[in-house]
């Protein structure tokens, strides 16, 4: 199986940055996509922004500009640097990952998720 932990939410200003990690572990035969979604209070699940292991990214439109993925894949870690943050950002992100543990077919992983909040 494989386990995504993060790190690296909090409370910041409106205006601020902020740095979220994500890093796979266990009995991982590869990592395919890696992604960042975020869920606020009473809202769906949305996608922010995804990464191949290519270096291929893909970002909703309200964080385009603001936001940036990356990944080292030999650590199997997703990053995503957060800059300007507004309210509007405010959520629980949950890291993603399209693995491969041994012995098994890939699938979605997800990790437990971390709280941003942004104050105005």
């Known amino acids: 199986q494989v386990q995504l932990v993060e790190s690296g939410g909090g409370l910041v200003q409106a205006g601020g940055s902020l740095r979220l990690s994500c890093t796979a572990s266990?009995?991982?035969?590869?990592?395919?996509?890696m992604g960042w979604y975020r869920q606020a209070p009473g809202k769906q699940r949305e996608l922010v922004a995804t990464?191949?292991?290519?270096?291929?990214?893909n970002y909703a439109d309200s964080v385009k500009g603001r936001f940036t993925i990356s990944r080292n894949n030999a650590r199997n870690t997703v990053y995503m640097q957060m800059n300007s943050v507004k309210p509007e950002d405010t959520a629980v992100y949950y890291c993603n990952a399209d693995a491969r543990a041994y012995l098994t077919a890939s699938r979605d992983y997800w990790g437990q998720g971390t709280q941003v909040t942004v104050s105005s």
């Open positions: 266990g009995l991982i035969r590869s990592v395919n996509v």
């Open positions: 990464i191949t292991s290519g270096g291929s990214t």
